[in-house]
């Protein structure tokens, strides 16, 4: 393969399946705005579907994903960006159970893809809670608190259960 070139064999499932996505595709008359009018900041595992987790589809809201469900720089933009122009008024901050995130030290993660594949990563800040109720109270202050929040919208925490799908409502 030639530098900079697809690696094509490493998608070709991923684009045979998108061939077949393509020949019933129906989302083409949805615009940008979330018209549920709803964000959700969950995190990246793979057992989380936001949508239907809140009986929703594709169109209806905005999905913000990062390991952890850590409410980042990058996600307080992207929020400023979905109030302000793309029809968000609610955002529901989901972290879940049985987290990696929550599972770990800072230092022991660091040092895990140091000891299995010989790269230091200490420059950068993986986010690791050892309490999650309280990084979800502090991750939702942070959004409300934001000085470029848009006045009016309701943000909400609540912890995904990956074994029985449930949200619980945290107060915060």
Known sequence: MKEGQFPSDAFKDALAANDEYVKNFKYRDLTGVASKGIAIVTCMDSRINPLSVIGMR???????????????????????????????????IMPHTNCRMAMSEEADIHNLIEEQYGVDTRSLEFRTVSDQNKALVTDVNRVRSYPFSRKGVEVGGAIYDVATGKITPVDC
């Open 58 to 92: 594709s169109g209806d809201a905005k999905i913000l994903r990062n390991a952890g469900a850590r409410v980042t720089e990058d996600v307080l933009r992207t929020l400023v960006l979905a109030t302000y122009l793309l029809g968000v008024n609610r955002i529901l």
